[in-house]
């Protein structure tokens, strides 16, 4: 079994603490939103570490390159994906604690992604990091691999996979106001509706047409049981 406590980074990894950050995370992002970040927040993970959290993020999220050459995202698709999304500042927000982990994650994961090499004979580029190396087919296999349930390391790779999905689905580090404004891909490939004029978001149409139940007589003016 490899953990993160087997791999060099300036504070050792250790199991527990690993395991503490991840339940911490993963309480934290039911519990409040993240506030806004600044674009070059994942700039302090480093090049190296930030192409392997792109190309995970974009193995479970697929999109379009950002440029010719794209290394980390394959571009299996067209259209946004989570990297677009801003799934590695969701990872690396100062408000998670998982954030001081991610180095060592990046390196578990490209771990995996030499032994994965290895195994299936594949020449690795030595000019990128492992995971970014392997061909999409081969990360979509491995990383599937990685929610086995006999995988130690499988917690790591859940709450990644939760917060990549948040990064899409709801842009977990802006407001909504503020992602809807600046057309955040995600929101937009799922049609996320505009708030009405004053800001506030209304559904009138219910998922049946109707109401799933009527509204009891003493009902506050602002929705709340008598």
């Known amino acids: 079994m490899l953990w993160a406590d087997d791999l060099v980074s300036p504070d050792p990894l250790h199991r527990r603490g690993l395991l503490k950050a991840l339940v911490a995370t993963a309480v934290f992002m039911t519990a409040a939103p993240l ?3 600044p674009a070059e927040t994942a700039s302090a993970l480093g090049s190296w570490n930030t192409q392997t959290l792109e190309a995970f993020a974009d193995t479970l999220i697929p999109g379009q390159q950002r440029y010719a050459g794209d290394a980390p995202i394959a571009g299996a698709v067209t259209g946004p994906g989570a990297v677009q999304a801003g799934a590695v500042q969701v990872l690396a927000s100062p408000q998670l604690p998982l954030a001081p982990w991610l180095p060592g994650i990046a390196s578990l994961l490209d771990t995996h992604a030499l032994a994965w090499a ?3 004979l ?3 580029p030595p000019t990128r990091p492992a995971f970014v190396g392997l061909p999409f087919n081969h990360r979509t296999a491995l990383v599937a691999g990685l929610f086995d349930s006999d995988e130690p390391d499988r917690p790591v ?4 996979a939760l917060l990549v999905g948040l990064a899409f689905d709801t842009a977990a580090h802006l407001s909504t106001t503020t992602a809807i404004t600046r057309g955040h891909p995600g929101l937009a490939w799922i049609d996320f509706p505009a708030a009405d004029a004053d800001g506030l978001w209304r559904f009138p149409q219910h998922s049946y047409n109707r109401p799933l139940a009527d509204l009891h007589p003493h009902t506050t003016p602002s929705g709340s049981p008598a």
């Open 35 to 37: 506030a806004a970040l």
């Open 118 to 120: 290895a195994t299936h």
């Open 122 to 124: 594949l020449l690795l």
């Open 157 to 160: 790779w859940q709450v990644l």
